[in-house]
């Protein structure tokens, strides 16, 4: 099993740019998440989809929309990069259909810089 | 705003000593924690989940959670180099979403 595939894995943009990050997972998960990393600020949740065709803002969805496709894939998009969205981009899944729940998988990571 | 709280670190311990890393929340009603492992430039993963009170052993890891004081602590048995890492504490809110702490750094001294 490949997991949570995240693409590209390194990106550098223009302020002002946009881009779409893409996030697939092959466990059949109900549930899919986008994080960011910055230092000393650990794990923030952007935005969530708790099943297919839903999705809600968590903590700093501010310039950032996202796209639920399908059961497998939950993209991220910038629309109008700015450089306080240097960051490392996580995606995450998890399964949440009933009984012990066992936490998140995640990607491998997206390092975005902005200039 | 629920928060999740560990202290930054770094916390140095000499090989073979045990590592105490922990960890306290905010929300009363938090019922699911999680310790995270992440090294430099990799992604997190799950080392050790813990639901109820009490220690939670596997092997040289254990978690310790008490909900009265709401801390959770991850112990770390005969520590290796190869453990020296970022150890997030994550706890689920009343969704299916974790809450993250900062991460305390952990260095093992061969």
């Known amino acids: 099993n490949a997991g949570v595939t995240q693409t590209p894995k390194f990106q550098v943009l223009k302020t002002g740019q946009s881009m779409t990050l893409q996030c697939a997972q092959d466990?059949?998960?109900?549930?899919m998440y986008w994080y960011r990393q910055d230092p000393g600020m650990g794990l923030r949740l952007i935005y969530y989809s708790a099943s297919e065709g839903t999705t809600d803002k968590g903590e700093v969805p501010n310039g950032y929309n996202v796209s639920r496709l399908n059961k497998r894939e939950f993209s991220l998009r910038l629309e109008s990069a700015a450089p306080s969205q240097t960051s490392v981009y996580f995606c995450a899944s998890s399964e949440n259909t009933g009984g012990v729940w066992e936490g998140y998988t995640f990607g491998s990571g997206t390092r975005l810089t902005v200039v | 705003q629920k928060e999740v709280e560990q202290n930054s670190g770094p916390l140095s311990v000499p090989e073979g000593a045990i590592a105490s890393l922990n960890c306290t929340y905010s929300d009363r009603g938090s019922q699911s924690f999680f310790w995270y492992r992440q090294y430099s430039g990799k992604s997190p993963e799950l080392i050790m989940s813990i639901y109820s009170n009490g220690d939670k052993e596997d092997g040289r890891f254990t978690a310790q959670l008490n909900k009265a004081s709401q801390y959770v602590s991850l112990l770390i048995r005969d520590s290796q180099p190869s453990d020296s890492a970022t150890y997030l504490c994550?706890?689920?809110?009343?969704?299916?979403?974790?809450?993250f702490g900062s991460g305390t750094r952990l260095l093992v001294r061969p």
């Open positions: 466990m059949n998960h109900n549930s």
């Open positions: 994550a706890v689920k809110d009343s969704s299916y979403k974790l809450i």
